[in-house]
């Protein structure tokens, strides 16, 4: 069975920083792109980064590049995000996903507040 | 970047009932591959995101038959051939085609 599970969300002030870890099992995770999705309070989904299987591609969304970095080890079959200088606006429930999002994560709640 | 339009943002549906959600995006979205990277998932209330159908029409693993994809070019329809109890939630289409990926603002569905 396919699961993922994702940690290290939390309270942080504005301008802080967070690193997320989402934990995979039940399938071979050096095989698959992994995204991460986020959500805001009440609101719709946005996509905020990708990478391909070996590393080599990585792909963010306007609003997070040069704040955020996506990695993987593959060893440990878990995927990362690094969130730096953290905006109010990046408060979101985080979400790890598979491939073309085919499966998902419980997420993780972000809140940037002061 | 692509926008994906979805014109109805609130949906009562009665069961028992056909439903059916539209979906538009601001250009095609057939990849360089040949494939049409449009997916649409469903997110009941306090639960994580699920996707129901991948590439236009093809439904995941689990997917009850009555929910159906189609579509082409840059006009998508997921349709809900009786409406149940359980398809309560805010249903999202997706294009993965270009990057960034986008989805559409969500339409959420609940019973009359």
């Known amino acids: 069975e396919v699961q993922l599970v994702e940690s290290g969300g939390g309270l942080v002030q504005p301008g802080g920083s967070l690193r997320l870890s989402c934990a995979a099992s039940g399938f071979t995770f050096s095989s698959y792109w992994m995204s991460w999705v986020r959500q805001a309070p009440g609101k719709g989904l946005e996509w905020v980064a990708n990478?391909?299987?070996?590393?080599?591609?990585?792909y963010y969304v306007d609003s997070v590049k040069g704040r955020f970095t996506i990695s993987r080890d593959d060893a440990k079959n878990s995927l990362f995000l690094q969130m730096n200088s953290l905006r109010v606006e990046d408060t979101a429930v985080y979400y790890c996903?598979?491939?073309?999002?085919?499966?998902w994560g419980q997420g993780t709640l972000v809140t940037v507040s002061s | 970047d692509v926008v994906m339009t979805q014109s109805t943002l609130s949906l009562p549906v009665t069961l028992g009932q056909p439903a059916s959600i539209s979906c538009r995006s601001s250009q095609g979205l057939v990849h360089s591959d040949g494939n049409t990277y449009l997916h649409w998932f469903q997110q009941r209330p306090g639960q994580s995101p699920r996707r129901l159908i991948y590439?236009?029409?093809n439904r995941d693993s689990g997917v009850p038959d009555r929910f159906s994809g189609s579509g082409s070019g840059t006009d998508f329809t997921l349709k809900i051939s009786r409406a149940e109890a359980e398809d309560v939630g805010v249903y999202y289409c997706m294009q993965g085609t270009h990057w960034p990926f986008t989805f559409g603002p969500g339409t959420k569905v609940d019973i009359k």
């Open positions: 590439k236009v029409s």
């Open positions: 990478i391909r299987q070996d590393g080599s591609q990585k």
């Open positions: 996903a598979r491939d073309r999002l085919g499966y």
